[in-house]
């Protein structure tokens, strides 16, 4: 038995739909555990894509058990949509679980979050305009409408009426837009309620349930480390904690369950929305990454900005994380490059530093330090094992895993579950922090 959490090394879209599907092999219950329709993960399984915002990527699997935990906000409108595809295309939802206590996205939300980057104007922070932010902060604010409220649809009339008028005041007063009509908004969520009370339940019961009967679950994180509320490059961030530790919040499992933790990081780097990225390539080869690795979001379709592998966030995330091991993903996506650079440090106001700064400001200020690698400029999506890569492809890869000192267990090659190299059994390996009582460092990537 193992409790595994995958998470995102960098500022999302890594790849970690395709590595949770590949994992979900061996789990019995697979989690989201925050953040809600601004994800986007994409599975291919042969010739077919699947692009899931909510529901876990577990779900290919008739028998896994698929929950969307308390730290994840709903759009219940999107969730049914998301529902409804997989039917189309015979994949069972039976085994969807939801959250009594995770919070809903309301229509208010969208609005507001619209109209306040309007408002931000220069400041803006470039979201998935998918009313993340301001469900998560009426939940702080403890206005927010849970999944259990809209189960109660005379509680939920009453509490709408007044959260609406709330929020109408808000609408009107500050941004100058019509006011919401409480009675259609009520109608619209009480029909979503009917159609989702099926899937509801305690889901800390059932994980609990599952811990007893020594279930294997996959903790499924969306987003990645840099996007963290409290650890990213705020305010260029979400609303939520994609950080391993967020797994426990997000769920209500306590932290001596975890087994092991699993970064997943491009063999590059990208980020969609504003905020800093020293490591930013502006020109063809940043269009070529972008071309090659089809860099444009999986919800909103933006293009994604490009950039070279950067070890300073890396080692960041290995240390905000605990990491046990990573997958590194589109490593194919660089067989044309002829030279490949690696940030291995900042410069910053003339000093190096090996370090994230935390500030945000000071981090747009850092200017990559780059190793030069050559390149293999040779296909590899072919590849199946270590000894199929490129000597060049080899060493880059071992080059990651000592700057970061953390071991690769997974090399991705292609979008397809098939196209993945496994180098070592990336769940039931050794806890990588107890690894290291003599300071020694683990165990790299062999040669
Ligand atoms: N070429 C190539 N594409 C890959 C590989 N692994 C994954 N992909 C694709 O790369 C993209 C990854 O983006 P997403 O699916 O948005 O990643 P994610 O980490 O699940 O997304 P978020 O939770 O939104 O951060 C998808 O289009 C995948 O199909 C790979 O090894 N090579
Ligand atoms: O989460 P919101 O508030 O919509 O956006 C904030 C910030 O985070 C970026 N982002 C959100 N979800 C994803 C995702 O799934 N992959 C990559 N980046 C994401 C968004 O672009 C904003 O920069
Ligand atoms: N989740 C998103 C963010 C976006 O679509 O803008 C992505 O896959 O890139
Ligand atoms: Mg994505």
Known sequence: ??????????????????????????????????????????????????????????????DTECMIGCGTVIDPQVLIKELDQLAKVGVST??????????????????????SEERR?????????????????????????????LMDSEGLREQLEWTINYKNVILEKLYNLPPLDPKEVIEEYLGYAERLRPHVVDTSLKIYDAIQRRRNILFEGAQGTLLDL??????????????????????????????RVIGVAKAYTTRVGEGPFPTEIHGEMGELLCDR?????????RKRRCGW??????????????MDCLAITKLDVLDEVEEIKVCV???????????????????????????????????????????????EARDYLKFLAELMEVPIAIVSLGASRDQ????EDPIHGPKRALLNHEGTPPSLLSA
């Open 94 to 115: 039976q085994n969807l679980l939801i959250s009594e206590t995770a919070h809903v996205t309301m229509p208010y939300h969208r609005a507001i979050e619209r109209a």
């Open 293 to 301: 690795g089809a860099e444009f979001g999986t919800t909103t379709g």
């Open 230 to 259: 409290d650890h990213g490059t705020y305010p260029y961030v979400t609303s939520s904690n994609p950080v391993a530790g967020g797994a426990c919040v997000g769920t209500g499992l306590g932290p001596t369950m975890i087994d």
């Open 1 to 62: 038995m193992a409790n595994v959490i995958v998470i995102g090394a960098q500022w999302g879209d890594e790849g970690k739909g395709k590595i949770t599907d590949l994992l979900s092999r061996s789990a019995d219950v697979v989690i989201r555990y925050q953040g809600g329709v601004n994800a986007g993960h994409t599975i291919v399984v042969k010739d077919q894509t699947f692009k899931l915002h909510l529901i876990p990527s577990g779900i290919l699997y008739p």
């Open 420 to 423: 993945t190299i496994i180098v």
């Open 121 to 149: 104007g220069s400041h803006k922070i470039g979201t998935t305009g998918r009313g993340i932010g301001p469900t998560y902060a009426d939940k702080s604010e403890r206005t927010g409408i849970r999944v259990l409220d």
């Open 309 to 322: 592998f950067d070890a300073v966030i890396g080692r960041y995330a290995v240390r905000i994380n605990g």
């Open 345 to 391: 440090a900042y410069e910053i106001d003339g000093e190096r530093s090996e370090h994230f700064p935390t500030s945000s400001r000071k981090f747009a200020r850092c200017c990559p330090i780059y190793k030069t690698m050559p390149g293999w400029r040779t296909p590899t999506t072919h590849c199946r094992s270590l000894e199929d890569l490129p000597k």
